[in-house]
């Protein structure tokens, strides 16, 4: 049985629901549904980190690695091979879990900074692959006439239809991941977060879960490059570079890695800098999320998911203060 606060969720849906209906009419936000078609996008893939990161404490920088395997499977069978963009999408997830069960076993052993440059080279190799091999790639220049989606006939050939797909799986992978964080697969995420020996000591396999954990997030992130590929219909290894993996880790910084709605939060701010308010830096735009990412780590260790703990705490302090005058 799935469990959820369901309030958070039917409002949040609720919003998601009518955005496309009131966007439009209103003057300067009109063309939001787009830019929220890709803030979905990155939700699928910050929910799955936020899981790996925030709840079992594993840090990974290869996951622009396994969205762009998402997006070249679905790209090349399409293009190359004329299969079913969903077919592609499902061959996408089993190779995306297979490379994932193949590099986090022996990842997954190590910690901390070891762990980060151990999945930093993995995502580095896969960019080469996406830029070296021109035949099935199309190399830096990239691909192009990669099919939309349909269901039943009916063609994804709008935004709004699009719109809808996309928040339907990211709905489903939240649902599905809050029900994993209740569980207890996410209490023993947490043990091996708080410590890995004293889990061991419980008897908690932590190498299993942690491939696991580590499994899942690939796959969302494979979904998440199938559903980039089938929109734009044009990818490039650029949209899946170093400092692709490094947005998405100040995504789940800036929102809080440690609370899910967190990983969503981040994702809608630094989805909406990147498309809409931060053109206006052109080639400082890294130098502004350098500071982003300093800013959140020194002051909002636990993003903005923790400030309203933070207010409450200094509230608290005041009114013990003034209590003791």
Known sequence: MLKFRKMPVAMFGAFIVLFPWVAPGIAGIDHYPD??????????????????????????????????????????????????????MLIGMIISASVAMVVGVPSMKLRGHYLAMATLSFGIIIYIIFNEEAEWTGGPDGMTGIPGLSIFGLQLDSIEKYYYLVWSFVFAALIFTINIIQSPTGRALR??????????????????????????????????????????????????????????LIMIALGGMHHIW?????????????????????EYEVIVYGFILLFVTIFLPDGLAGLPAIIGQRVRRKRSGAGGI
């Not at 293009?79 to 963009?85: A, E, L, S």
């Not at 299993?208 to 559903?227: C, D, E, N, P, T």
Request: neutral net charge; glycine residues 10%.
């Open 35 to 88: 830019i929220m078609v890709f803030a979905g996008i990155y939700c699928m893939i910050t929910i799955g980190l936020s899981l790996l990161l925030g709840y079992a404490g594993q840090i990974s920088l290869g996951h622009a690695a396994f969205y762009g395997i998402g997006a070249y499977t679905s790209a090349i069978l399409t293009t190359h091979y004329g299969i079913n963009p969903w077919i592609c």
């Open 191 to 248: 043990a091996i977060h708080a410590s890995e020996a004293a889990a061991n000591a419980v008897g908690i396999n932590v190498s299993r879960f942690k491939v696991i954990v580590f499994i899942y997030s690939a796959i969302l992130a494979s979904i998440a490059g199938s559903l980039y590929a089938h929109y734009l219909n044009f990818i490039n290894p650029s949209s899946f570079d170093l400092f692709f993996a490094i947005k998405l």
């Open 262 to 282: 967190g990983a969503i939060l981040g994702a809608f701010l630094i989805t909406f800098l990147s498309y809409e308010w931060l053109h206006y830096f052109e």
